[in-house]
């Protein structure tokens, strides 16, 4: 990644462009040793039914992506069991000593959103526990639509409260429920398995016009069991009762009866609808020209709908996997102020369908939201694409600063109702999520991209600038040591995030190995929206100026003290903590500085959240006898931006990053006295 060394003193308020002095030593000390205490694996078996622990071999990690990792352990891209079968999700602790862990699940679907713990484990040194897991007692199981179930880690380590996420799980069940169908990579495909369609994992252009149309017949539905209740409700009738709910609240609220007038949604539903994806952008006019609503005559009501869509339509992007947002940070570490978890889908492109009819196309406002449209939302669709994303005013213009995502997607959503905040009563909405591992990191991008657009101060240049280009295709193909295996073209394929002027790229996260090569780990690079970030930090800045000439990241100083070598989770070309000339640290500094205005607000205190293994001072335990000394924290590792290198309350470091032996020794004295 093109990461960091340094983190002085950031002024959020000021403007991105201004002259950055960023510029921070950094040292550190080899990390300690810590006992292997070996635990009893225990049984789990509350929360959703059958979950169980069901091994307990103790396996070294070959990468600490964090303390504890979560994966599920499919034997295929798509799985089928029998309705009563289970999945295996397999926790491992990768740190030399014990951790405490939550495993919870956080299931969406069939409109609702339900959370259920799997338990508490105790996992050992190094340990690795299995646990069984069964949809069949899931309260969400949908027919013909998804659910979409995010496992999570919870746990305290090195005083950070975390929350580690699964890759995310797509599943769906027949009609009947005797068959679960899931899959880690492509929920296209189980939603097309549960509806008796079988188009092949290794070969998409099995996917017909049909698939698509049986598709598009369910989206939206609700049709499954939901806390055990059967559901069959079409599209129609689940507007329809979400417009008589909404209208009798606002009409509570407007007797004084009611609760707050921005009620978006009912306490128990998350929303309505599902998503659909397909290649390719929004069908718009090369002149970029906004296609007026198209009237057949007024819309006096829609036909089982109370009332008819007349405003603006708004749009959010909903990706999940995150990891290092919302980490609960010691006493003085502020938090972010970007809720990247539902964001506006500012800039996109995107267009309005009813009953096949277009009714309105053009670019979403800094809101995610469209003109006045007039429509039955009951027979309407809505598409909006993450491949281009551009300031109005620059519109389709060749060679201004678009910023497009790659491989192009299109995603496909129904017309949910939510509240209007100024009448309370239904307007349009449409919800945007993944389904597939490929758009989940399009999505995490996009709402990233969304948020710099919508910044004032967002540095992109104006005139006649080249697109940006983001790709998560690939990682980075420029260092040999970064490719560790092939793709179908024969190119390489590449780890880690890296970004010049015109592009950036993201990958797998890599650990280093014995022989000096990378292997990739579990975390791709867009689940850190810090490392989003920082790459277009890095193309900001050159775009703008080009950058300072001879950053040197193999400068004689990053060595010992001021070196990565204890960076497990990413590349050791430089970190936190390692010392390089003064352009490399300009460079990564700018970078930093960029994350970290993106993801606070101006004139709040900023955090900043880092990706890679933080050496930090203070206590550990080896035997249970506690010892004074540095050691590894594992990312997402927040960081109070306004003093980075001195936080006493959280690790008794008040000597600053890097030093040498004498001043780590100092440390150490302080920390014990």
């Not at 703008?544 to 001879?550: K, L, S, W, Y």
Request: hydrophobic share 35%.
């Amino acid at each position: 990644m093109g990461l960091s060394k340094v983190l002085a003193r950031v002024e959020v308020g000021a403007t991105l462009l201004g002259i950055l002095s960023l510029l921070a030593l950094d040292g550190c000390a080899t990390g300690p040793g810590s006992d292997e205490e070996d635990l009893a694996a225990e049984v789990v078996q509350q929360g959703l039914g059958s979950a169980t622990a069901s091994s307990t071999d103790s396996t070294s990690s070959s990468a600490s992506t964090s303390t504890v990792t979560l994966a599920w352990a499919l034997e295929g891209p798509l799985v089928e069991r029998v309705g009563a079968g289970t999945y295996a999700l397999e926790v491992q602790n990768n740190e030399d000593s014990p951790v405490d862990a939550e495993i919870v699940l956080e299931l969406d679907g069939l409109g609702a959103h339900r959370t259920r713990s799997l338990g508490n484990l105790q996992l050992a040194a190094r340990e690795r526990r299995v646990l069984s897991w069964s949809p069949a007692s899931s309260p969400i199981a949908p027919w013909g639509t998804l659910a979409r179930v995010t496992a999570e880690a919870r746990y305290t380590r090195d005083g950070l409260t975390q929350k580690i996420p699964a890759p995310l799980l797509f599943l769906s069940f027949s009609r009947n429920g005797t068959r679960a169908f899931a899959s880690v990579e492509d929920g296209e495909l189980v939603r097309l398995a549960s509806l008796g369609r079988r188009a092949s994992p290794w070969n998409k252009g099995a996917l017909t016009s049909a698939d698509r149309d049986a598709q598009l017949t369910q989206l939206g539905s609700r049709r499954g069991r939901l806390d055990g209740t059967s559901l069959d409700e079409s599209p129609g009738e689940v507007l329809t009762r979400r417009a008589r709910g909404l209208a009798a609240k606002a009409a509570a609220r407007a007797r004084g009866t009611g609760g707050p007038a921005a009620v978006v949604e009912d306490e128990d539903e998350d929303d309505v609808g599902d998503t659909i994806s397909r290649d390719g952008d929004v069908p718009v006019s090369a002149q970029g020209i906004v296609i007026p609503p198209i009237y057949t005559g007024p819309i006096a009501s829609c036909p089982g709908v109370t009332f008819p869509v007349t405003t603006p339509t708004c749009i959010s992007l909903r990706p999940t996997g995150f990891r290092d947002l919302d980490v609960v940070a010691p006493i003085d570490v502020p938090e972010e102020h970007a809720n990247l978890d539902n964001y506006p889908a500012a800039y996109a492109n995107a267009a309005i369908y009813e009953s096949g009819t277009l009714r309105w196309s053009g670019r979403l406002d800094a809101n995610g939201c469209s003109p006045e449209v007039w429509y039955c939302p009951q027979n309407a669709r809505i598409e909006v694409s993450t491949a281009s994303f551009q300031i109005p005013g620059n519109t389709l213009i060749p060679r201004t600063r678009d910023i497009r995502l790659s491989p192009a997607r299109t995603f496909i959503a129904q017309v949910v109702l939510a509240s209007s905040p100024a009448t309370g009563l239904p307007i349009g909405a449409a919800n945007v999520r993944a389904s597939t591992a490929a758009d989940q990191r399009l999505l995490r991008i996009a709402s990233v991209v969304a948020r710099i657009l919508r910044m004032p101060d967002n540095g992109l240049r104006d005139g006649f600038a080249p697109p940006l280009n983001l790709h998560t295709e690939n990682g980075c193909c420029d260092y040999p040591e970064f490719h560790y295996g092939t793709l179908p073209s024969g190119q390489p394929l590449c780890g880690e995030a890296c970004a010049d002027e015109t592009d950036a790229w993201f990958g797998q996260n890599l650990a280093r190995q014995s022989s000096g090569q990378y292997a990739p780990t579990s975390i791709h690079s867009t689940q850190d929206a810090y490392v989003i970030g920082h790459e277009l930090g890095h193309s900001i800045q050159r775009d703008a100026h080009g950058g300072p000439i001879g950053a040197d990241y193999t400068d004689i100083e990053a060595v010992g003290d001021c070196s990565c070598t204890h960076v497990r989770d990413g590349s050791q070309k430089h970190c936190l903590q390692s010392s390089h000339n003064v352009q490399a640290a300009e460079v990564e500094g700018f970078a930093h500085f960029y994350a970290t205005r993106i993801m606070n607000n101006k004139g709040a205190d900023a955090r900043f959240t880092y990706y890679k293994d933080v050496r930090r001072f203070g206590p550990f335990y080896v035997n249970g006898v506690p010892l004074i000394g540095a050691y590894p924290v594992a990312p997402p590792v927040p960081i109070n931006a306004g003093r980075p290198a001195y936080d006493p309350s959280w690790y008794g470091q008040t000597n600053g990053w890097c030093g040498s032996s004498a001043t780590l020794r100092t440390a150490q004295a302080s920390t014990t006295g």
